[in-house]
């Protein structure tokens, strides 16, 4: 049997099943260190998979950081200590530099540090980001109650729209599509909620492979119901002029589109904090799985080992 | 220009420079968590790099949790958490399985904890390890003082020794030759030694890329000179038969063979421990560089940039 027929996630279960593992699947685990919560987090993009050699190089550092960083705040942390793990064919060495400004740049704005990592030979660029995160409460996806009302914190579906923009390969490019493609290219990771994260979430994680397939892992972790509004799922102007030009629906996009990097978490209302950009999408009820008008959602989204064909 | 005219260690300088950092390239780095310190490194193997796909898969998880233990125990730290990327083609789930059989052996053995991990599709295997240990006191390859005693924990060259029986492809090994093919593709980690590094021991490191160019970096990172005896560097029986058998020099393999995961630490001669397989093979000197019977060693080894051809 081949990894294509049992998927990423049948794959995650049966390494599970060997280690004897508990693990339940977070965004981090959270491991105790010196008498503190400390997290442990690792991504990587890989070349042909997560992006094409051609991208800026700058924006492969960026995103590798940026990915692991909402890794961490989706649990409630902040980042720490970066080490990256780089397998390179023999390209040019102002490649790996300016991968390498990305890198900086990202760990100055989100306030972490590269403290080490490892050179090995490949046929295929990859790097590797670990990242250690603290925090003062780690929230995970598995504590969502009845009664909670479910947010996001931003616009979801740009990245999915940037993906195709950029690999339609357009001489000229609009504004908006120019947007779009940027949100593809250098996500921010919403560090910015970290602390309300901490203090204030039930469960939490980040939306990486779309929000159907993230809120079902999220609503099956807590063992509850999610209900979603259509009308509140927060999407860009820029994804709405990109779907009126293309015939598309907007919707889909911000269902199954993936790599937003938005995070998804729960909450009573009164917790409700009006500087954050909080979207207020559904409310957490008694049963299981994902109804998004009342009307059930399929569990759909990006699978590396099932659905490579919808990404590069 | 490109990695293969600068080198591994080239490009690592370049990238310290662009991220400003004081990193001395220690096997792991310390890091301030909690008020304890914590030591992180990470490790790949690569397939046709590090291994070939027709090894024994559990080989390669047991082999990519040792070589990260051995940079934390050189450093005077234990294991802890582990995470684990991987980068897979489409192969037999089984494979994966055996893998991840090798790496909960490994963890057994270490007593360490595989807490989370990370998967992705590429077109070669790769198992990239994050390894977190603790330490009550970081020794890093700095430390050497004159008049130290220099001393490795084991026998060298068997490793490549090893590999190069194993690139042979016979049909049939001799005993001794499948106890060096065995110490190429299963080496232990020396986690014997990490309260003797960490409470004793001037500057250590681990032996991965060969003693020649290992002793080469803790006597520059000290800022002192090695002289070494070649009469006290431990060579095992099963070299010394392989190298009769072939025509080879056993103290070649024990210089510039890699993998091998001794160490290589220093400390005053007073703190020699009986029962430790302790070899002391040398002292440290005011100066520079490495002598073998006081004649100048070059920094030989192994560089993943520019000797690739020594390797699979």
Redesign the interface.
Known sequence: ??????G?LG??E??KR??D?Q?IGDD??P?N????T?L?????L?E???FKISYPPSAIGWKAISVNVSDVVANGGTP??A?I?L??P?????F??EV??G??KA?EFYRCQ???????????V?V?V?L?G?TERFVGRRGAMEGDWVFVSGPLGDSRAGLELLLMEKKNYEDFELSLIERHLRPTARVDFAKHISKYANASMDISDGLSIDAHRLAQASGVRLNLFSKNIPISQELRSFCRKHGKDPLQYALLGGEDYQLLFTHPAGRFNPFLSMFHIGVVEKGQGVYLDNNPVEPEGFD??RV?ATSI
């Open positions: 049997m081949r990894l294509s027929q049992i990423e794959l995650i049966r390494l060997i280690l593992s693990i981090t685990a491991v260190l010196g008498g503190s400390v442990l987090t690792c991504d990587t890989v042909d998979r997560h720490a200590y080490l793990s397998v390179l023999d390209v040019q060495v102002s790996v530099e390498y400004l890198v900086k760990c590269v403290v080490g990592g490892n050179v090995s030979k490949g046929d295929k990859c590797d670990f250690v603290e590396h080992f490579l």
